[in-house]
């Protein structure tokens, strides 16, 4: 994600949600984004100390600001919201 013209600050990290889907029993398919706490790491701020960039973390919540960028919706979330890494 190198095109991303987007650098988090301090300890904070942006990160896409992973989506997954559900079934429900009629068929019906249902998105999760809501209900997955796994992510991909796109960037990191200065200050986060044990994640790097294209790494899958698990999340404690999803807390933080929704952004877009290039069209594309991304979370910027602080490192102590990770409860581990992939």
Request: charged share 30%; no cysteine.
């Given at each position: 994600?190198?095109?991303?013209?987007?650098?988090?600050?301090?300890?904070?990290?942006?990160?896409?949600?992973?989506?997954?889907?559900?079934?429900?029993?009629?068929?019906?398919?249902?998105?999760?984004?809501?209900?997955?706490?796994?992510?991909?790491?796109?960037?990191?701020?200065?200050?986060?100390?044990?994640?790097?960039?294209?790494?899958?973390?698990?999340?404690?919540?999803?807390?933080?600001?929704?952004?877009?960028?290039?069209?594309e919706s991304y979370h910027i979330i602080i490192e102590e919201n990770v409860v581990?890494?992939?």
């Open positions: 994600m190198d095109d991303l013209n987007f650098t988090p600050l301090g300890n904070k990290l942006l990160i896409k949600i992973k989506m997954t889907e559900k079934m429900s029993e009629g068929g019906i398919i249902i998105p999760t984004e809501r209900l997955t706490k796994t992510a991909d790491v796109i960037k990191v701020g200065p200050d986060v100390n044990d994640i790097v960039e294209g790494d899958t973390v698990m999340l404690e919540q999803l807390e933080g600001a929704e952004v877009k960028l290039n069209g581990g890494v992939y």
